[in-house]
């Protein structure tokens, strides 16, 4: 019998409609464009503005599409896990909520936070799951309303996140293509860096840390940036050490969209050229949980069954790391 691993099969992604721009920003908070430019690669956000919608809209929408793009029957999905950092509510899982929304019956689901690298670490999940032998058919989806939790008063993170959804389903594979290695790590070094204060079982909500502002998130930008930076730059690096890759048997790099300067120094670290990183920092900005599907989503039409695929993501905790995965199909497959 051969060995199982776990392929992604499909992807889909949805982002709102109304879109931020630089422009729009400068009359909110004292910034410009040049310096949202040249200091992070962005240049648009989208937002979703419906108040009666949450995250769980989004990642519906992302999952619809994989499921009509795939031609997937959503009543033979297993399990869906739900990566995201702005839950619908604290409790009652997000999730549950999107797995019955487009009819995947006969599947559990649970949310998964690890603030911006809640896909990559839930792509270590679902592929598990899969490699075990244990399910078939595992769809990751990862989604933030970010818009639900930033301060537009803050110029140092209002003008960094957006909302979006991304989805990829995970399925077994018998040519050992799919996920081949990882690493991750988490440390609480960055606990403070990088956080929304209230709301949680420490300082639960009250007239105070609304007032506060403390239900927004806060960071410290110049010390998350360097922690960044040093991390996922060192994870790919390890990576490909640890596979005998060379930067020329790299295909593609899909880093998390925080920042370009950080993605250029991880691209940088692995002496790979600017064509084989993937980016659309500059039309989403950061969105959390969303960045890695985004990416596949946007480029799926260049990745061909068989090319070496880096991933790699930094974010609050501190939470980071790096995955070498095969890419399993080419786009025009059906
Ligand atoms: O996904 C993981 C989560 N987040 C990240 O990975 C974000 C990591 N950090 C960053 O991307 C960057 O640190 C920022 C984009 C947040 C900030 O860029 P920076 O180059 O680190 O700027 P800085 O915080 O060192 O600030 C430089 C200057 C300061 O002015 P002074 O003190 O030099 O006069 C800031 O007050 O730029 C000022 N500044 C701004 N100016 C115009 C800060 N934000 C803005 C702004 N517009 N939006």
Known sequence: ?????????????????????????????????????????????????????????????????????????????????????????????????????????????????????????????????????????????GADKMSSIVDYTDRSTCIIFGDGAGAALFEPNHE???????????????????????????????????????????????????????NMADASETILKRNNLTNEQVNWLVPHQANKRIIDATAGRMNLEDSKVLMNIERYGNTTSATLPLVLADFEHVLKKGDNVIFAAFGGGFTWGSIFLKWAYDTNKN
């Open 1 to 141: 019998m051969s060995t199982i691993t776990a392929a992604i099969t499909a992807v889909g992604s949805y982002v709102p409609d109304f879109v931020l721009t630089n422009k729009e920003l400068e009359t909110m908070v004292d910034t410009n464009d040049e310096w949202i430019t040249t200091r992070t690669g962005i240049k648009e956000r989208r937002i979703l503005k419906d108040a009666d919608k949450g995250t769980s809209y989004l990642a519906i929408k992302a999952a619809e599409d994989l499921i009509k793009k795939a031609n997937v029957d959503p009543l033979t999905i297993d399990m869906i896990i739900m990566a995201t950092a702005t839950p619908d509510m604290m409790v009652a899982s997000t999730g549950v909520h999107v797995a019955s929304s487009i009819g995947a019956t006969n599947a559990f689901s649970y949310d998964l936070q690890a603030a911006c690298s809640s896909f990559l670490y839930g792509m270590s999940t679902a592929a598990a799951y899969i490699q075990s032998g244990r399910y078939k058919k595992v769809l990751l989806i």
């Open 176 to 230: 050992g293509l799919g996920l081949q290695d990882e690493y991750l790590r988490s440390d609480s070094v960055g606990r403070d860096f990088l956080k929304i204060p209230a709301g949680g079982s420490l300082i639960p909500a009250s007239e105070e840390t609304v007032k506060n502002r403390q239900h927004n998130i806060m960071q410290d930008g110049k010390t998350v940036f360097k922690f960044a930076v040093t």
